[in-house]
């Protein structure tokens, strides 16, 4: 019989190998897929940057495509299991050749330990804890992303003044395909993961979506480099309001395998 304590039942080995399994166990930081979030407020900034600084933080095989950045200060007002919390991820257009094509992320930032694990754990994304933030202030939409007592990215946007189709968020690149690198050693230090992988948002809704010029500002800070993507030109801000849930995504490459070949 399985033995039980505190409305909790002791796992099994089968139980530890199942898909979605975390520690502590009694306590689990990492969700299993899939998850909601509900009401989801972001604010999405384009700009154009230097093609050449993409390519630098690219690893291959990935190949970056055109010359623009995107960073997303996303409010989530309501998620399973990570509560309410805030989130910034800062992208470029990439491809794996022969394979999906989206947003390859550098750099990601969040005020929620659980989001952090998460997204190291699972999807290989270079999550760091931070204090990101997204504000109404009178007729401005303000998103700021705080590492160190230092406002690394301070980004812009009117209020709510023109209504646009949600395509607009894909007219440089796929942002719902987010391309990642995966690197997870054992503990004897020895490569346990080397991979490229990618994840596309399932059940997206978008309950309104408003388009306008924006500001980009990007401060540097040695722990949160995204100074590394120059702002060269503000391109368009949006400001979108949605439902989404993640899924399990997909092994596009795997670095260990083709070196073992």
């Known amino acids: ?63 970056a495509q055109g010359d623009v950045a995107a960073i997303h200060i996303y409010r989530m007002n309501d998620t399973d299991w990570l509560g309410p919390y805030f989130e910034s991820n800062v992208m470029f257009g990439a491809r794996m050749p022969g394979g999906p094509q989206g947003g390859y992320s550098p750099y990601l930032f969040l005020g929620s330990d659980a989001g952090v694990s998460h997204g190291r754990e699972v999807h290989g994304q270079p999550k760091k804890f931070a204090q990101p933030k997204l504000e109404f202030r009178g007729d401005l939409i303000v998103g700021t992303v705080s590492r160190n007592g230092i406002d690394v990215i301070t980004g812009t946007m009117a209020y709510k003044q023109l209504a646009a189709d949600p ?57 949160a480099p995204v100074y590394r993507l120059p702002v060269l030109e503000a391109l368009t801000g949006c400001f979108w309001r949605a439902d989404f849930t993640l899924v399990p995504g997909e092994i596009v490459h795997d670095y260990l395998m083709d070196t073992a070949r």
Request: hydrophobic share 40%.
């Open 1 to 63: 019989m399985a033995e039980q304590r505190h409305g909790l039942t002791r796992p099994t080995i089968d139980d530890i190998l199942k898909s979605g399994f975390s520690t502590p166990w009694d306590a689990p930081t990492v969700p299993p897929f899939p998850f909601r979030f509900r009401n989801a407020e972001i604010l999405t900034l384009f700009y154009r940057t230097d093609a050449d600084a993409m390519r630098f933080l690219l690893p291959p095989p990935l190949e």
């Open 167 to 223: 395509a607009v968020l894909r007219r440089h690149f796929d942002v719902s395909v987010n391309l990642n690198l995966k690197v997870i050693d054992h503990i004897d230090g020895r490569p346990a993961i080397r991979q490229i992988t990618s994840r596309k948002l399932a059940d997206v809704t978008v309950h309104e979506c408003w388009e306008g010029p924006c500001t980009v500002e990007l401060r540097p800070n040695a722990q």
